[in-house]
């Protein structure tokens, strides 16, 4: 099946995004027959996460019709290095050529703040959107990266909890942000430790982007496959919040 490119689509509208983190092709099934608006593909899930094999993304395009987002991490942690740039940017070529919408990605310097240098790198030539991950929650200007990130090319989502702790410690930051920023609302992707209670906090406060892993899978474990009725459940309060939000 050919995606559907155009990720407005399901961004707009009376609904908000609704962005599952899924590793199999048969959770790509389930997650969009749940309702979910877009994936996230991630090949393992040691430390932050990596890259899938290509077979396996390719799996997973072909199971479902809706955007799909591979991170582009190749080791633990948010490090990386100019040699690990062509490997990333072969990685980049085969996944769209095999119907990536876009990407997820997140580097930091030795100084913990976004490594700008590899970032460009990997996404100034390209036309396609991406997000930039949780590294935000670990930066220690977190004002800085917010400033740097927003003027760089093609990003249209930034991954965050507000906290290296989560959003059970983060929530509060994050909405005093979206409050006091429009654009920062619509840029925020609000996800790690999302619980349904946050959805009205954040939806006051002008989010309308939201990602879930373990919470649409049972026992809220990695180990066990997306359950559609789970990620149901989630779509329906998103656009419950949506349409309170718009009357």
């Known amino acids: 099946m050919r995606p559907d490119t155009d990720s407005t689509v399901h961004y707009g509208g009376m609904s908000g995004l609704l962005e599952v983190v899924v590793l199999t092709a048969e959770d790509a099934r389930r997650a ?11 090949g393992e899930l040691t430390g932050q996460g990596r890259c ?19 991170l582009l991490r190749l080791r633990d942690g948010y490090r990386s290095d100019g040699g690990e740039i062509t490997r990333l940017r072969g990685l980049i070529s085969g996944y769209l050529r095999d119907g990536a919408e876009g990407f997820v990605l997140g580097f930091l310097d030795g100084y913990a703040q976004v490594d700008i240098e590899i970032v460009t790198a990997l996404t100034d030539d390209g036309y396609w959107p991406w997000t930039f991950d949780h590294a935000i929650d ?10 740097q990130l927003r003027g760089l090319r093609g990003l249209d989502q930034i991954l965050t909890a507000g906290s290296v702790r989560g959003l059970e410690a983060g929530l509060e930051d994050l909405i005093e942000r979206a409050r006091a920023d429009s654009r920062a609302a619509e840029l925020i992707l609000a996800g790690g430790g999302l619980v349904p209670e946050h959805v009205a906090w954040l939806g006051r406060a002008g989010v309308r982007a939201y990602q879930v892993g373990p919470q649409v899978r049972p026992g809220g474990s990695f180990s066990a496959a997306v359950d559609a009725s789970l990620v149901r459940g989630w779509r329906i309060l998103l656009d419950a919040e949506r349409f309170r939000s718009a009357s």
């Open 52 to 70: 899938p094999e290509p077979a396996a993304f390719r799996r997973v395009r072909e199971a479902c019709a809706i955007p799909i987002r591979p």
């Open 32 to 42: 969009e027959e749940g309702g979910a608006d877009r994936l996230m593909m991630v």
């Open 138 to 147: 670990r930066c220690i200007d977190v004002e800085q990266a917010w400033t």
